[in-house]
């Protein structure tokens, strides 16, 4: 099956209250509606219940109550436990979504006639797998397990983030910039391509939030009616207002904003009403696009990474290797590690001769009885030395220990070979 074909996989991030779980449910229902049945999967292990079915739920595997009264451990603690503890188990997880992204079988031949082809049961391939996250966001994407199950589920399908913002808590410029700053960083943790999801705009249209992401003057001239108004603070006027402030949150806002400029160009903004169903369309469209971008742009990089990680592991295994051969050769017999010393060329012919009658004569002692004669020594000394420690520590009427007699016995067999 070729890239193109593989399910998109959209995993949706979002801060407590932002909407995040009934973005889930408008987005199974919408799939449900079109006969394109989603893949779901629930990590929110805190959660009492969803409003939809989920393939694969966290809280069958791990109870987070359980997790937090063993541990002794309080509500985020329990839900990153949870998540490491569930992390351990993404081979099952990708196993269970390869069977189920698999194409369908081939027709099988009936019983009663072998040349007639039956239709095989009904296997519809998914186009879409959905991941619900703790609303904890911090939880999720900077820790361990969740690096793992993105990375996980990145190097198998196009894996798209839905970052999922609050509409009406973003009308002021320095919530804005809080959640354009928090977008920023969960792109460059998790390398992924982002789509930015107003909810709720049944209560608070999003046209706003748009404006400001390509109009900069138009953020300005909001920052700049905030500040008069003494949105940041100030000191008491003449007539009883609030204006001026300090100016320091005026300049950082207005600094941030020039900084994100080129950020906000590689980021899809889409305004969406869960309640309603509004703009649940352009989201898809969006989703699609960006499955697109990750196969030419992210892929590849993926790719890459994982290339440079498989050559940084042969590179550690092949200098353990090396350290263990070392290791050996130091530890192995002084008759691996010396050398017979060179012979020495003869000159002239008187020399050979010579050479020849001494070693004719056994005037030169034979290297390897030289070397024999050696390592018994060693040997003998090192049983010597082994005995008379043995002697110190128990006396004379203590005897060896088991222990003792195999490394007796590993000594005979040394002294034998």
Excluded at 130 to 152: C, H, K, R
Excluded at 254 to 270: A, G, K, P, T
Excluded at 286 to 294: G, N, R, T
Aim: hydrophobic content about 35%; glycine content about 8%; charged content about 25%.
């Amino acid at each position: 099956m070729s890239t193109a074909d593989l399910p998109v996989a959209i995993v949706c991030v979002g801060m407590a209250g932002s909407g995040k779980t009934t973005f889930m449910q408008r987005i199974n229902s919408n799939l449900h509606s079109r006969k394109q049945i989603p893949y779901v999967i629930n990590l929110d292990p805190a959660v009492r219940s969803v409003p939809f079915d989920s393939n694969i739920d966290i809280r069958d595997s791990v109870n987070y109550k359980e997790v937090m009264r063993q541990y002794n451990l309080g509500p985020n603690g329990g839900i990153l436990t949870s998540l490491n503890l569930f992390a351990t188990k993404i081979d099952q997880i990708l196993g269970l979504l390869e069977k189920r992204t698999a194409p369908p079988p081939p027709p099988v031949p009936s019983a009663a006639n072998p040349t007639h082809n039956r239709p095989p049961p009904q296997h519809k391939p998914i186009k879409h797998i959905l991941v619900d996250t703790p609303g904890q966001i911090e939880v999720f994407v900077w820790s361990a397990s969740g690096d793992i199950l993105l990375n996980a589920l990145a190097s198998s399908y196009p894996t798209v983030i839905a970052y999922i913002i609050d509409t009406p808590r973003t009308t002021s410029t320095s919530t804005f910039m809080s959640n354009m700053l928090y977008a920023c960083s969960i792109l460059y943790k998790t390398k992924l391509p982002m789509i930015l999801v107003f909810n709720k705009t049944d209560a608070q249209d999003a046209a706003f939030a748009k404006e400001w992401m390509t109009d900069f003057e138009a953020f300005q001239a909001a920052l700049r009616n905030e500040e008069e108004g003494g949105s940041f603070g100030g000191v008491e006027g003449g007539n009883g207002t609030m204006g001026g402030g300090s100016g320091y949150m005026g300049s950082l806002l207005n600094s941030m904003s020039l900084v994100l400029e080129e950020f906000y160009r590689h980021l899809s903004v889409v305004g969406v009403s869960s309640m309603t169903g509004d703009g649940i369309d352009e989201f898809f469209d969006s989703v699609q696009e960006k499955k697109e971008e990750f196969v030419r742009d992210y892929q590849p990089e993926l790719e890459r990474r994982r290339e440079q990680r498989e050559k940084e592991k042969v590179a550690k295994r092949e200098k353990e290797l090396g350290r263990l051969m070392k290791d050996m050769n130091v530890s192995g017999s002084s008759k691996s590690m010396r050398k017979a010393p060179p012979k020495e060329e003869p000159e002239t012919v008187s020399d050979a001769e010579d050479m020849e009658d001494d070693e004719e004569g056994g005037m030169m002692l034979d290297d390897d009885e030289d070397e024999g004669e050696d390592i018994d020594d060693q040997e003998s000394s090192l049983d010597h030395r082994y005995r008379k420690a043995l002697k110190d520590n128990r006396g004379d009427e203590g005897g060896p220990s088991g222990d003792d007699f195999s490394f007796m016995r590993y000594m005979h067999k040394a002294n034998l070979g």
